[in-house]
Protein backbone atom coordinates (compact mmCIF):
# COMPACT_ATOMS: atom_id res chain seq x y z
CA UNK A 1 0.00 0.00 0.00
CA UNK A 2 1.21 3.31 -0.91
CA UNK A 3 1.75 5.98 1.96
CA UNK A 4 1.23 9.98 1.41
CA UNK A 5 2.64 11.55 -1.72
CA UNK A 6 5.43 13.94 -1.23
CA UNK A 7 4.01 17.81 -1.86
CA UNK A 8 6.87 20.36 -3.03
CA UNK A 9 7.17 23.73 -1.44
CA UNK A 10 7.62 26.69 -2.99
CA UNK A 11 10.29 29.23 -4.03
CA UNK A 12 12.91 26.48 -2.89
CA UNK A 13 16.71 27.04 -2.59
CA UNK A 14 18.77 27.96 -5.20
CA UNK A 15 21.99 26.34 -4.27
CA UNK A 16 22.54 23.06 -2.41
CA UNK A 17 20.60 22.64 1.20
CA UNK A 18 22.38 22.55 4.07
CA UNK A 19 19.42 21.97 6.95
CA UNK A 20 16.17 22.01 7.82
CA UNK A 21 14.52 22.59 10.95
CA UNK A 22 10.84 23.15 12.45
CA UNK A 23 10.32 25.64 14.83
CA UNK A 24 8.88 25.17 17.80
CA UNK A 25 6.78 28.82 18.82
CA UNK A 26 6.52 31.90 17.19
CA UNK A 27 3.94 34.67 18.40
CA UNK A 28 2.27 34.03 15.19
CA UNK A 29 -0.84 32.02 14.48
CA UNK A 30 -1.01 29.03 16.48
CA UNK A 31 -2.23 27.06 13.15
CA UNK A 32 1.20 28.18 11.73
CA UNK A 33 4.19 25.65 11.36
CA UNK A 34 7.37 26.98 10.33
CA UNK A 35 10.03 25.46 8.53
CA UNK A 36 13.45 26.74 8.67
CA UNK A 37 16.12 26.03 5.42
CA UNK A 38 19.42 27.22 5.07
CA UNK A 39 21.46 26.33 1.81
CA UNK A 40 24.61 27.35 -0.12
CA UNK A 41 22.84 30.16 -1.66
CA UNK A 42 23.91 32.21 1.58
CA UNK A 43 19.69 32.95 2.24
CA UNK A 44 17.58 31.43 5.68
CA UNK A 45 14.40 30.40 4.08
CA UNK A 46 11.09 30.14 6.39
CA UNK A 47 7.81 27.84 4.98
CA UNK A 48 4.58 27.51 6.69
CA UNK A 49 4.10 24.11 6.26
CA UNK A 50 0.40 24.11 7.47
CA UNK A 51 -0.51 26.05 4.43
CA UNK A 52 2.25 25.00 2.22
CA UNK A 53 3.17 28.67 1.30
CA UNK A 54 6.73 30.63 1.45
CA UNK A 55 6.85 33.11 4.34
CA UNK A 56 10.16 34.95 3.70
CA UNK A 57 13.96 35.05 2.44
CA UNK A 58 16.90 36.53 4.26
CA UNK A 59 20.29 36.74 3.15
CA UNK A 60 22.33 36.25 5.84
CA UNK A 61 25.63 39.04 4.94
CA UNK A 62 27.72 35.87 5.34
CA UNK A 63 28.07 33.33 1.81
CA UNK A 64 27.04 29.98 2.14
CA UNK A 65 25.13 29.00 5.04
CA UNK A 66 26.57 25.58 5.83
CA UNK A 67 24.15 24.77 9.39
CA UNK A 68 21.63 26.01 11.57
CA UNK A 69 19.47 25.55 14.89
CA UNK A 70 16.51 26.93 16.37
CA UNK A 71 15.93 26.78 20.47
CA UNK A 72 12.97 25.15 21.24
CA UNK A 73 10.35 27.68 22.00
CA UNK A 74 12.36 30.22 20.58
CA UNK A 75 11.23 32.38 17.78
CA UNK A 76 15.00 32.59 16.90
CA UNK A 77 17.09 30.77 14.40
CA UNK A 78 20.77 30.48 14.01
CA UNK A 79 23.05 29.87 11.27
CA UNK A 80 26.72 28.98 10.82
CA UNK A 81 28.35 30.61 7.58
CA UNK A 82 31.37 29.41 5.18
CA UNK A 83 33.05 32.84 6.95
CA UNK A 84 33.13 31.38 10.54
CA UNK A 85 30.27 33.11 11.61
CA UNK A 86 27.56 32.32 13.83
CA UNK A 87 24.14 34.68 13.09
CA UNK A 88 21.37 35.09 15.20
CA UNK A 89 17.65 35.88 12.99
CA UNK A 90 15.07 37.18 14.79
CA UNK A 91 11.70 35.92 13.48
CA UNK A 92 8.92 38.22 14.94
CA UNK A 93 11.30 41.71 13.93
CA UNK A 94 12.76 40.33 10.62
CA UNK A 95 16.22 41.53 11.77
CA UNK A 96 19.54 39.77 11.91
CA UNK A 97 22.88 40.26 14.05
CA UNK A 98 26.29 39.06 14.36
CA UNK A 99 26.67 36.53 17.52
CA UNK A 100 30.45 35.31 16.95
CA UNK A 101 32.93 34.28 14.82
CA UNK A 102 35.46 30.94 14.39
CA UNK A 103 38.69 32.27 14.30
CA UNK A 104 40.37 35.08 16.16
CA UNK A 105 41.75 36.32 12.84
CA UNK A 106 37.91 35.77 10.57
CA UNK A 107 37.52 39.20 9.59
CA UNK A 108 39.65 42.17 8.26
CA UNK A 109 41.92 41.05 5.16
CA UNK A 110 41.35 37.12 5.63
CA UNK A 111 41.05 35.77 1.74
CA UNK A 112 37.97 33.41 1.08
CA UNK A 113 40.24 30.26 1.52
CA UNK A 114 41.53 31.03 5.19
CA UNK A 115 37.62 32.21 5.67
CA UNK A 116 36.79 28.89 4.34
CA UNK A 117 39.20 27.28 6.67
CA UNK A 118 37.04 28.46 9.87
CA UNK A 119 33.45 27.92 8.24
CA UNK A 120 30.90 27.05 10.91
CA UNK A 121 29.43 23.51 10.02
CA UNK A 122 27.71 22.67 12.77
CA UNK A 123 25.53 24.10 15.09
CA UNK A 124 23.51 22.70 18.40
CA UNK A 125 20.88 24.37 21.08
CA UNK A 126 21.25 23.68 24.08
CA UNK A 127 18.16 21.83 25.22
CA UNK A 128 16.86 23.48 28.20
CA UNK A 129 18.30 26.84 27.58
CA UNK A 130 17.23 29.23 25.08
CA UNK A 131 20.43 31.45 25.25
CA UNK A 132 23.40 29.10 25.02
CA UNK A 133 23.93 27.44 21.19
CA UNK A 134 27.23 25.03 20.07
CA UNK A 135 29.01 25.37 17.00
CA UNK A 136 32.14 23.91 15.77
CA UNK A 137 33.90 24.77 12.29
CA UNK A 138 36.49 23.50 9.87
CA UNK A 139 39.20 25.02 12.43
CA UNK A 140 38.99 22.28 14.27
CA UNK A 141 37.20 24.06 17.17
CA UNK A 142 34.20 24.14 19.54
CA UNK A 143 32.57 26.58 21.27
CA UNK A 144 29.99 27.52 23.57
CA UNK A 145 27.66 31.11 23.01
CA UNK A 146 25.88 32.73 25.42
CA UNK A 147 23.94 34.87 23.33
CA UNK A 148 22.80 37.43 25.88
CA UNK A 149 26.81 38.38 26.21
CA UNK A 150 28.32 40.63 24.39
CA UNK A 151 31.17 43.52 25.04
CA UNK A 152 30.88 46.51 22.62
CA UNK A 153 28.57 44.32 20.16
CA UNK A 154 30.96 41.83 19.38
CA UNK A 155 30.03 38.63 21.01
CA UNK A 156 33.01 36.01 22.04
CA UNK A 157 32.10 32.18 23.15
CA UNK A 158 32.24 31.50 26.94
CA UNK A 159 33.74 28.17 26.16
CA UNK A 160 36.10 27.33 23.25
CA UNK A 161 38.43 23.50 23.51
CA UNK A 162 39.95 21.96 20.55
CA UNK A 163 38.92 19.12 18.15
CA UNK A 164 41.29 16.43 16.77
CA UNK A 165 39.77 17.75 13.27
CA UNK A 166 36.78 19.39 11.59
CA UNK A 167 33.61 19.14 12.67
CA UNK A 168 31.35 17.19 10.36
CA UNK A 169 28.29 16.64 12.30
CA UNK A 170 27.09 17.67 15.55
CA UNK A 171 24.14 16.84 18.41
CA UNK A 172 22.88 17.64 21.59
CA UNK A 173 20.80 15.15 24.34
CA UNK A 174 17.71 16.15 25.27
CA UNK A 175 18.43 16.34 28.61
CA UNK A 176 20.97 19.25 27.34
CA UNK A 177 24.29 17.58 29.66
CA UNK A 178 25.84 15.95 26.73
CA UNK A 179 27.32 16.86 23.25
CA UNK A 180 28.81 15.18 20.32
CA UNK A 181 31.07 16.30 17.64
CA UNK A 182 32.15 14.29 14.77
CA UNK A 183 35.38 14.80 13.38
CA UNK A 184 37.34 14.13 10.63
CA UNK A 185 39.97 11.13 11.15
CA UNK A 186 36.40 9.39 11.71
CA UNK A 187 36.53 10.64 15.76
CA UNK A 188 33.23 11.36 18.06
CA UNK A 189 33.84 13.47 20.90
CA UNK A 190 31.45 13.96 23.95
CA UNK A 191 31.32 17.13 25.66
CA UNK A 192 30.05 17.80 28.92
CA UNK A 193 28.07 20.92 29.43
CA UNK A 194 26.39 20.36 33.32
CA UNK A 195 29.53 21.52 35.26
CA UNK A 196 28.49 24.01 37.73
CA UNK A 197 30.48 27.05 36.25
CA UNK A 198 28.51 26.27 33.11
CA UNK A 199 25.55 26.61 35.28
CA UNK A 200 26.50 30.22 36.85
CA UNK A 201 26.25 31.10 32.95
CA UNK A 202 22.85 30.68 33.05
CA UNK A 203 22.60 32.07 36.35
CA UNK A 204 20.41 35.75 36.71
CA UNK A 205 22.69 36.61 39.30
CA UNK A 206 25.42 39.11 37.96
CA UNK A 207 28.43 38.52 40.57
CA UNK A 208 27.85 34.67 39.57
CA UNK A 209 27.54 34.83 35.77
CA UNK A 210 30.90 36.19 35.75
CA UNK A 211 32.36 32.84 36.77
CA UNK A 212 34.66 31.47 34.13
CA UNK A 213 32.79 28.71 32.45
CA UNK A 214 34.02 24.97 31.97
CA UNK A 215 33.12 22.37 29.95
CA UNK A 216 34.97 19.06 29.76
CA UNK A 217 35.89 16.90 27.03
CA UNK A 218 35.09 13.42 27.96
CA UNK A 219 35.63 10.68 26.02
CA UNK A 220 37.03 11.28 21.98
CA UNK A 221 36.54 7.93 20.45
CA UNK A 222 36.70 6.04 17.33
CA UNK A 223 33.79 5.56 15.30
CA UNK A 224 32.66 1.88 14.39
CA UNK A 225 32.49 2.79 10.80
CA UNK A 226 35.38 2.52 8.78
CA UNK A 227 35.19 5.29 6.54
CA UNK A 228 33.87 9.68 6.67
CA UNK A 229 31.28 10.14 8.84
CA UNK A 230 28.45 12.69 7.48
CA UNK A 231 25.93 12.44 10.83
CA UNK A 232 25.27 11.91 14.17
CA UNK A 233 22.59 11.85 16.61
CA UNK A 234 21.69 11.26 19.72
CA UNK A 235 19.16 8.65 20.86
CA UNK A 236 15.75 10.99 22.49
CA UNK A 237 16.58 8.33 25.54
CA UNK A 238 20.56 9.64 25.44
CA UNK A 239 21.59 5.78 25.92
CA UNK A 240 23.31 6.10 22.42
CA UNK A 241 24.15 7.09 19.33
CA UNK A 242 23.32 6.41 15.51
CA UNK A 243 26.03 7.25 12.53
CA UNK A 244 25.89 7.83 9.02
CA UNK A 245 28.38 7.49 6.68
CA UNK A 246 29.43 8.09 3.27
CA UNK A 247 30.06 3.99 2.70
CA UNK A 248 26.01 3.06 2.50
CA UNK A 249 25.86 2.09 6.59
CA UNK A 250 24.08 2.99 10.13
CA UNK A 251 25.88 2.41 12.99
CA UNK A 252 24.31 2.41 16.59
CA UNK A 253 26.69 2.53 19.76
CA UNK A 254 25.93 2.79 23.31
CA UNK A 255 27.45 5.05 26.02
CA UNK A 256 28.53 3.26 29.24
CA UNK A 257 31.64 4.72 28.95
CA UNK A 258 30.54 7.91 29.86
CA UNK A 259 28.11 6.77 32.51
CA UNK A 260 24.72 6.52 30.66
CA UNK A 261 23.06 2.90 31.58
CA UNK A 262 22.31 0.70 29.15
CA UNK A 263 19.93 -1.43 31.09
CA UNK A 264 19.40 -4.42 28.50
CA UNK A 265 23.25 -4.33 27.48
CA UNK A 266 22.66 -4.02 24.25
CA UNK A 267 25.56 -4.32 22.04
CA UNK A 268 26.63 -1.51 19.02
CA UNK A 269 26.08 -2.97 15.83
CA UNK A 270 26.10 -1.26 12.26
CA UNK A 271 24.01 -1.74 9.05
CA UNK A 272 23.90 -1.16 5.38
CA UNK A 273 21.34 0.78 4.05
CA UNK A 274 20.81 3.34 0.96
CA UNK A 275 22.69 1.25 -1.71
CA UNK A 276 21.20 0.27 -5.28
CA UNK A 277 22.74 -3.09 -6.65
CA UNK A 278 26.29 -2.41 -6.59
CA UNK A 279 26.36 1.16 -5.78
CA UNK A 280 27.18 2.21 -2.27
CA UNK A 281 25.39 6.10 -1.12
CA UNK A 282 26.46 8.22 1.66
CA UNK A 283 23.83 8.41 4.47
CA UNK A 284 23.35 12.52 4.84
CA UNK A 285 21.07 12.86 7.58
CA UNK A 286 19.19 10.66 10.23
CA UNK A 287 16.45 12.42 12.01
CA UNK A 288 14.82 10.88 15.12
CA UNK A 289 11.28 10.38 15.59
CA UNK A 290 10.03 12.78 18.56
CA UNK A 291 7.08 10.08 19.97
CA UNK A 292 8.39 6.93 19.21
CA UNK A 293 12.31 6.92 19.12
CA UNK A 294 12.53 5.06 15.45
CA UNK A 295 14.11 7.12 12.96
CA UNK A 296 14.62 8.23 9.34
CA UNK A 297 17.68 8.43 7.12
CA UNK A 298 18.27 10.01 4.04
CA UNK A 299 20.72 8.81 1.38
CA UNK A 300 22.27 10.50 -2.03
CA UNK A 301 19.87 7.46 -3.54
CA UNK A 302 17.40 9.90 -3.13
CA UNK A 303 15.60 7.32 -0.70
CA UNK A 304 13.89 8.05 2.92
CA UNK A 305 13.73 5.02 5.01
CA UNK A 306 12.19 4.27 8.40
CA UNK A 307 13.70 1.64 11.04
CA UNK A 308 13.54 0.54 14.28
CA UNK A 309 16.66 0.64 15.99
CA UNK A 310 15.70 -1.59 19.20
CA UNK A 311 14.34 -4.40 16.94
CA UNK A 312 17.01 -3.68 13.79
CA UNK A 313 14.13 -3.40 11.67
CA UNK A 314 13.83 -1.57 8.61
CA UNK A 315 9.78 -0.18 8.97
CA UNK A 316 8.91 1.61 5.72
CA UNK A 317 9.82 3.39 3.24
CA UNK A 318 8.82 6.73 2.71
CA UNK A 319 10.23 8.35 -0.48
CA UNK A 320 11.84 7.86 -3.62
CA UNK A 321 13.02 11.93 -4.63
CA UNK A 322 14.59 13.57 -7.68
CA UNK A 323 17.91 13.29 -6.25
CA UNK A 324 20.02 13.11 -3.09
CA UNK A 325 18.22 13.26 0.41
CA UNK A 326 20.23 16.17 1.91
CA UNK A 327 18.64 16.75 5.27
CA UNK A 328 15.38 15.72 7.43
CA UNK A 329 13.27 17.19 10.55
CA UNK A 330 10.24 15.84 11.67
CA UNK A 331 8.21 18.35 12.96
CA UNK A 332 7.22 18.18 16.83
CA UNK A 333 4.79 15.78 17.31
CA UNK A 334 6.12 13.63 14.31
CA UNK A 335 3.07 14.22 12.37
CA UNK A 336 4.80 15.23 8.83
CA UNK A 337 8.97 14.87 8.02
CA UNK A 338 10.17 17.41 5.82
CA UNK A 339 12.88 16.00 3.29
CA UNK A 340 15.57 18.35 1.16
CA UNK A 341 16.07 17.37 -2.45
CA UNK A 342 19.25 18.48 -3.30
CA UNK A 343 22.35 17.14 -4.75
CA UNK A 344 25.44 16.60 -2.50
CA UNK A 345 28.01 16.07 -5.11
CA UNK A 346 28.88 12.60 -4.31
CA UNK A 347 29.79 11.67 -8.07
CA UNK A 348 31.21 15.19 -8.59
CA UNK A 349 30.16 18.33 -10.60
CA UNK A 350 27.33 17.13 -13.09
CA UNK A 351 23.52 18.22 -14.33
CA UNK A 352 21.48 17.77 -11.75
CA UNK A 353 17.73 18.21 -10.89
CA UNK A 354 17.41 21.48 -9.32
CA UNK A 355 16.99 21.72 -5.04
CA UNK A 356 13.16 21.38 -3.77
CA UNK A 357 11.96 20.97 -0.16
CA UNK A 358 9.01 18.26 0.37
CA UNK A 359 7.13 17.57 3.00
CA UNK A 360 5.11 14.35 3.68
CA UNK A 361 2.37 13.33 6.45
CA UNK A 362 3.55 10.03 8.33
CA UNK A 363 1.57 7.32 9.77
CA UNK A 364 1.60 5.98 12.49
CA UNK A 365 2.42 2.31 11.28
CA UNK A 366 5.46 3.57 9.14
CA UNK A 367 6.97 4.74 12.61
CA UNK A 368 6.07 2.81 15.33
CA UNK A 369 8.27 0.38 16.39
CA UNK A 370 8.09 -3.62 15.72
CA UNK A 371 6.49 -5.93 18.47
CA UNK A 372 9.61 -8.42 19.14
CA UNK A 373 7.97 -11.80 19.99
CA UNK A 374 9.67 -12.85 23.30
Known sequence: MSGPEPIALPNPPNDGITSLQYIDKTNSSSS?????????????RLHDTSTKTHVTTHVMECGPLLSMTSPSSSSKVFTGGIDGSVRQFDIETSTASLIGMHGANSSGSSSDDVNKKLAC???????????????????????????????????????????????????????????????????????????????????????????????????????????????????????????GSIEGRVAIEYLTEIGISNPDNKKKYAFKCHRVNDTIYPVNDIAFHPIYGTFATGGADGTVVTWDGNSKKKLASLAKLPTSIACLAFNRDGTELAMASSYTFEEGERDHPREEIYVREILEAEVKPKVVAK
Open 32 to 44: QQLLASTSWDGAL
Open 121 to 243: SALSAIHDSSSLIASAGWDAKFHLWDVRCSTNNKHQPVITLDLPGKAFGMDTSLDGSKVVVATSGRKNCFIDVRSSSLLAVTNTDKENSQQPPIANMILQRDSSLKYQTRCIKFFPSTQGIAI
